[in-house]
T-cell receptor, first 111, second 113 residues
């Protein structure tokens, strides 16, 4: 499979805690993107990290990329109930134009 | 995403019937995509189009057809040959050039009557 694979499949935390989701992929990439999907809605782009970057921040989000291990992680700090959603990673493979989505991590933040 | 409009939000198909899902965008993006999402699953690519009057099959194109006569529009037809059409269908767009973030509509949920 060329898709990213997220881990864990489901995560439940208390509001205010940090949430960490992991993504693994199998081949060389140009960049890797993270998306959020609220129930019954379309995906929303969160952050893009290029293959030559190791870490990137956006507000309460922190993404890391380790190309030697073919893995990425998404950290959401000080989580809120509104962060409850499914989170998907999408690697863009070298030489490809399309995204390949995994099955996602379903995050539940308990108020 | 306000720039991409998918309609209808809910659609029901009878046996042997073709149905068409609409996707319209005002983002002036060149590329458009159709994905299928089954419950608890990720997205699978059905068709994509990088430019008007051109489109390519994705991973699961069988039983589906598309057209790209205008930059703004990329309708998806679910034909009677698609025996298991019940799913959530998402349309997305990207601007040209790498790297690309995809912008998504809010989906159409298709069910069989």
């Amino acid at each position: 499979s060329q898709q990213g694979e997220e881990d864990p499949q489901a995560l439940s935390i208390q509001e205010g805690e940090n949430a960490t989701m992991n993504c693994s992929y199998k081949t060389s990439i140009n960049n890797l993107q993270w998306y959020r999907q609220n129930s019954g809605r379309g995906l929303v782009h969160l952050i893009l990290i290029r293959s030559n970057e190791r870490e990137k921040h956006s507000g309460r989000l922190r993404v890391t990329l380790d190309t030697s291990k073919k893995s990425s992680s998404l950290l959401i700090t000080a989580s809120r109930a509104a962060d409850t959603a499914s989170y998907f990673c999408a690697p863009i493979l070298s030489g490809a134009n399309n995204l390949f989505f995994g099955t996602g991590t379903r995050l539940t933040v308990i108020p | 995403d306000g720039g991409i409009t998918q309609s209808p939000k809910y659609l029901f198909r009878k046996e042997g019937q073709n149905v068409t899902l609409s996707c319209e965008q005002n983002l002036n993006h060149d590329a458009m995509y159709w994905y299928r999402q089954d419950p608890g699953q990720g997205l699978r690519l059905i068709y994509y189009s990088q430019i008007v009057n051109d489109f390519q099959k994705g991973d699961i194109a069988e039983g589906y057809s598309v057209s790209r006569e205008k930059k703004e529009s990329f309708p998806l037809t679910v034909t009677s040959a698609q025996k298991n059409p019940t799913a959530f269908y998402l349309c997305a767009t990207t601007d040209r050039g790498l790297p690309k973030a995809q912008h998504f509509g809010d989906g159409t949920r298709l069910s069989i009557l």
